[in-house]
């Protein structure tokens, strides 16, 4: 089954990100936008996983969680892969809570790598993925993008996702979510 590990987002913080897709999407023309509910911050991709192998990375993921605190994470400010000029994904960044984030992937690197799991071999770049420009399309960029106001929101889990890819988009569907040790951070 396809997976990846990832942060999921809380449904206000999801509900605010679908307005401001839906205030930018008028201006792109060939974007494939990611729906609302399908939005997340993914960790690490980790592709075809056994579901023999399934109990294992769940283990690994609950012990990694379990050595990490809540913390605050921050969206903000719209980019784009590989370049403004050569538009292939449109990404919201991740501020707040960056440190943080990096920190449990190099955790989960090293625990992965000892279930035989592949190293990334690019630098993890914590990001929000919006949009994809369709496959063969040229992407004029707007003169004037609207700002993305920055959002803040508390990261208590990670959850490993199985994703089903269909005509229609991809499925999501949660296998295990890893709990961090305290839930007492207050989103400001």
């Not at 605010?16 to 729906?35: E, R, T």
Request: proline content about 5%; charged content about 25%.
């Amino acid at each position: 089954m396809r997976t990846f590990i990832a942060v999921e987002m809380p449904n206000d913080v999801k509900k605010v990100i679908g307005n401001y897709i839906d205030s930018i999407q008028g201006s792109f023309k060939g974007v494939k936008w990611i729906l609302p509910q399908n939005l997340h911050l993914t960790i690490k991709f980790l592709g075809d996983v056994k579901e023999s192998d399934l109990k294992n990375l769940s283990d690994c993921v609950a012990k990694v969680s379990s050595d990490f605190n809540p913390f605050i994470m921050g969206l903000s400010d719209i980019g784009f892969f590989p370049s403004r000029n050569n538009l292939r994904v449109i990404w919201i960044g991740a501020d707040g809570g960056a440190d943080n984030l990096l920190d449990l992937f190099h955790e989960l690197e090293h625990c992965l790598e000892k279930l035989g799991f592949d190293r990334e071999a690019r630098t993890f770049s914590p990001h929000l993925t919006v949009g994809r420009v369709k496959r063969h399309k040229k992407i004029n960029m707007p003169e004037n993008m609207p700002e993305f106001k920055t959002i803040d929101f508390e990261v208590k889990s990670i959850a490993v996702i199985k994703s089903t890819l269909t005509p229609q988009g991809p499925i999501y569907e949660k296998l295990f979510k890893g709990e961090f040790r305290q839930s007492n951070v207050n989103a400001t």
